[in-house]
């Protein structure tokens, strides 16, 4: 019984772990390519407005219409519920960690973070090479955006500013990034005893 708690225990807390570090990858791109990736004066605009303004108004452009704007709003909705996600997870992660600290072990931590995280890896992987990425890219709109408001034409304004190719190396960059960091997660620890002394 008590093997079972410590197991379902660290499958927990790896788990928030993973999502802390999507999420703070995410969020930390998300503004890298605000602040120093090079951008249209239209692409900056839209930035400028999905990350600084909190208020829930359109935006206020005449090159995008009504339908591009709420479109807008809404991704401007979601990245403020990310980070709101991002912030239970810090939190989350602290409290179980106040909670059982006692009873959790770095290195099974370290192990089923990996384990879940390269899992995820390889299944995007197959699934991008199974499916592709528009497909992907059209399958994670639809949990959070109502039916058919993300689709534009390829003529529309919002897609000649942030055409497929802008999201397609956003996506390429951000799981060169995941990929990375797990790989010094696994290594680090066989540095650690190449160096000791």
């Not at 225990?9 to 890298?32: A, K, M, P, R, Y």
């Not at 989350?92 to 192990?111: D, E, G, P, T």
């Not at 999201?167 to 960091?181: E, P």
Request: glycine share 2%; charged share 10%; hydrophobic share 50%.
């Amino acid at each position: 019984m008590g093997s079972k708690l410590s197991n379902s225990l660290h499958i927990l807390v790896s788990f928030n772990l993973l999502i802390l570090l999507l999420l703070s990858v995410w969020i930390t791109l998300l503004f890298g390519y605000y602040y120093f990736a090079p951008h249209t004066p239209q692409q900056s605009e839209v930035f400028t407005y999905l990350l600084t303004h909190q208020n829930n108004d359109l935006f206020n452009v005449n090159y995008l219409n009504v339908a591009e704007k709420r479109h807008l709003l809404d991704v401007k909705r979601l990245f403020i519920n990310i980070i709101q996600v991002f912030q239970y997870c810090i939190f989350s992660c602290f409290i179980l960690w106040l909670l059982f600290h006692k009873k959790l072990f770095i290195s099974q931590l370290r192990n089923r973070l990996l384990t879940i995280g390269f899992i995820l890896i390889i299944a995007s992987i197959v699934l991008n090479s199974i499916f592709g990425f528009d497909t992907l890219f059209a399958s994670l709109h639809q949990p959070f955006f109502i039916e058919n408001t993300w689709l534009f034409p390829k003529e529309s304004a919002l897609i000649q500013h942030f055409p497929r190719e802008y999201f397609y190396q956003f996506a390429l960059i951000y799981a060169v990034i995941i990929t990375m960091i797990l790989f010094l997660i696994k290594i680090f620890p066989l540095f650690r005893k190449t160096h000791s002394p």
